[in-house]
């Protein structure tokens, strides 16, 4: 991995190491830092692991969240970062409308529409593949 880096950076610097007495000397010397550099790095990982313990377990994943991710992702983009931004990221309605550069009253419709869109795709056998649509 650091030998391709290293040889990745002599070709972009060609031009001036073509004209070095050793130009492999310059890539030997690159590739073995990038080592150094790569063990330095794994060291300072396996000390904070050891430090901080094993990254808390992320709880399964429930169907439903599965379905809103897909309904969200059918969705126009306009609508869809409206709803984030309001519901996921919990900002006020003005705090939205700033961020995205948009009257109050376009992030209020934006909202509306983008809710009653969510629940026509989430009513029983909308937006659902039928199972002998998947199964053939």
């Given at each position: 991995m650091w030998q391709q880096d290293a040889l990745a950076s002599a070709l972009l610097r060609w031009p001036v190491l073509r004209r070095?007495?050793?130009?492999?000397a310059w890539v030997r010397m690159v590739a073995f830092r990038r080592?150094?550099?790569h063990r330095r790095r794994t060291a300072r990982q396996l000390?904070?692991?050891l430090r901080l313990g094993p990254p808390p377990s992320v709880p399964p994943v429930g169907a439903e969240h599965v379905d809103l991710v897909r309904a969200l992702g059918k969705l126009p983009v306009a609508q869809?970062?409206?709803?984030?931004l309001y519901y996921v990221a919990e900002l006020a309605v003005e705090r939205v409308a700033a961020e995205l550069r948009l009257p109050v009253g376009t992030v209020k419709s934006r909202l509306a529409r983008g809710r009653a869109a969510l629940a026509h795709q989430l009513q029983p056998g909308v937006g659902a593949p039928d199972e002998e649509s998947t199964n053939a």
């Open positions: 070095y007495h050793d130009p492999e080592a150094i550099d000390r904070a692991l869809r970062e409206v709803l984030v």
